[in-house]
């Protein structure tokens, strides 16, 4: 199946209309409309929105092995991965990750976050998330994102960002730095 036919089929099992889908998501019915005709596609922003509304992962919505349940050798694939982050120095498990909506601030500034999801328990507000760097845009996050998840997927046990920026913390801002 591809990501147009799941999100059809997903959104008929949680028994909404194109329209409620849509307000729900701050687009309108004809962009959701186009995203399950298969001829448009949703912003990284919207599909993190999306998987939040829906309860669900990326993986699933977008992986069409996952969707045909295509057989995969099951002692590779955990959905688990372990994550490093060069610049923040940080390393944590996780089974998916999210990205922050857009910041604002100057042209030197970040504009998104990632954080982990671990699958080691849940907090009183719910999942606990790790975060794990700054992006400079939304190309990159969106790199970051899809390749972390075909990790996950393929069964690839580490990923090590590489699109990330290094910042510099200010008092009350942060400075990407050139590498």
Same mark, same amino acid.
């Given at each position: 199946?591809?990501?147009?036919?799941?999100?059809?089929?997903?959104?008929?099992?949680?028994?909404?209309?194109?329209?409620?889908?849509?307000?729900?998501?701050?687009?309108?019915?004809?962009?959701?409309?186009?995203?399950?005709?298969?001829?448009?596609?949703?912003?990284? @922003?919207?599909?993190?929105? =999306?998987?939040?509304?829906? !309860?669900?992962?990326?993986?699933?919505?977008?992986?069409? /092995? *996952?969707?045909?349940?295509?057989?995969?050798?099951?002692?590779?694939?955990?959905?688990?991965?372990?994550?490093?982050?060069?610049?923040?120095?940080?390393?944590?498990?996780?089974?998916?990750?999210?990205?922050?909506?857009?910041?604002?601030?100057?042209?030197?500034?970040?504009?998104?976050a990632l954080f982990?999801?671990?699958?080691?328990?849940?907090?009183?507000?719910? @999942?606990?998330?790790?975060? =794990?760097?700054?992006?400079? !845009?939304?190309?990159?996050?969106?790199?970051?994102?899809? /390749? *972390?998840?075909?990790?996950?997927?393929?069964?690839?046990?580490?990923?090590?960002?590489?699109?990330?920026?290094?910042?510099?913390?200010?008092?009350?801002?942060?400075k990407m730095i050139?590498?």
């Amino acid at each position: 199946m591809s990501f147009a036919e799941n999100l059809q089929m997903i959104r008929k099992e949680k028994h909404l209309s194109q329209e409620e889908l849509a307000e729900m998501l701050g687009v309108s019915r004809q962009a959701v409309s186009k995203w399950e005709q298969g001829t448009g596609y949703p912003e990284v @922003e919207k599909l993190l929105l =999306l998987s939040r509304e829906l !309860n669900l992962s990326l993986d699933s919505l977008m992986a069409t /092995e *996952i969707a045909q349940g295509k057989a995969m050798e099951p002692d590779k694939v955990t959905g688990v991965i372990t994550i490093s982050s060069p610049h923040e120095h940080v390393v944590t498990k996780c089974y998916k990750v999210i990205a922050s909506q857009k910041f604002k601030g100057g042209k030197k500034s970040p504009q998104y976050a990632l954080f982990g999801v671990s699958s080691t328990g849940v907090s009183f507000w719910g @999942e606990v998330n790790t975060f =794990l760097a700054w992006y400079a !845009n939304e190309e990159q996050l969106g790199k970051e994102i899809a /390749e *972390i998840e075909n990790a996950i997927f393929s069964g690839i046990p580490a990923y090590e960002l590489k699109y990330s920026v290094r910042v510099e913390r200010h008092f009350l801002s942060l400075k990407m730095i050139d590498d």
